[in-house]
């Protein structure tokens, strides 16, 4: 994984202080925003994974952008559904604790629901790129919800997943401390900007190198000049008879 290169090639494209203006503004947008900044993020990945050299998309295509972004949240909202029922439950030993006949069963009960929810949280964010990347390569729902590849997946390229959710983190927190420098305006560029980041660098796990261009076809050397054959010996006269 080139953890540089997922830094440094947003500034590459000529275009790319118009690329962050617009993705900043979008993101200001209500529930639209989101879902059309997930759909920037999936063409980003499929053209990483292509081997484009300006992988950043442009800003064009708008509903396709928004129906993809749509249903990668419907992917990923599915797979959070267990988050948001541990979490609801967790709060039921809080609500019922002033009962202290069954305070130590409550308590065992939330400490249980307190176990699951951390588990599975790290399980969500560890098969979370194999979803995506999934969808991004095949655009079909159902690749996000095939267990078996998507954990075979992220055994096979685990190392690089933590890689991923560390610079993650990383690039958050440099795109908020700029983007508070820059008198908190700027936060909304800076942090898409970490968006992208992240976009590139998902999109970098289990990559395969490009397929080299084949070379041409090897000319056919021009064949030697033939040397020329020495003229034949002229026949001899006949000896005279004595």
């Not at 992917?75 to 609801?88: E, M």
């Not at 820059?182 to 990559?207: E, R």
Request: aromatic content about 14%.
């Amino acid at each position: 994984m080139d953890i540089g290169k997922s830094f440094s090639y947003v500034f590459e494209d000529k275009k790319w202080i118009e690329k962050v203006l617009i993705g900043g503004l979008v993101s200001l947008i209500p529930f639209l925003g989101t879902f059309l900044i997930d759909g920037y993020v999936v063409e980003l990945v499929r053209n990483v994974r292509r081997h484009d050299p300006t992988p950043l998309p442009e800003w064009d295509n708008w509903g396709e952008k928004l129906t993809e972004g749509l249903k990668l949240f419907v992917i990923l909202f599915i797979w959070s559904l267990p988050l948001i029922f541990l979490g609801i439950l967790s709060f039921f030993p809080l609500a019922m604790s002033g009962d202290s006949d069954s305070s130590g069963i409550l308590g065992v009960f939330g400490l249980c629901i307190s176990c699951f929810l951390f588990f599975y949280t790290i399980i969500y964010f560890l098969v979370m790129p194999a979803i995506v990347i999934r969808y991004a390569e095949t655009g079909d729902i159902a690749s996000g919800f095939q267990i078996g590849e998507i954990f075979d997946f992220t055994k096979s390229h685990l190392g690089e997943i933590i890689i991923y959710v560390i610079v993650l983190w990383l690039a958050g927190f440099v795109a908020g401390l700029v983007g508070i420098l820059l008198c908190g305006i700027g936060l909304i560029f800076t942090m898409f900007w970490a968006t992208l980041v992240s976009g590139h660098l998902l999109a970098q796990i289990g990559l395969k190198p490009a397929p080299a261009t084949p070379a041409g076809p090897t000319p056919i050397a021009d064949p030697e000049p033939t040397a020329e054959l020495p003229e034949p010996f002229e026949s001899l006269p006949p000896k005279d008879e004595d």
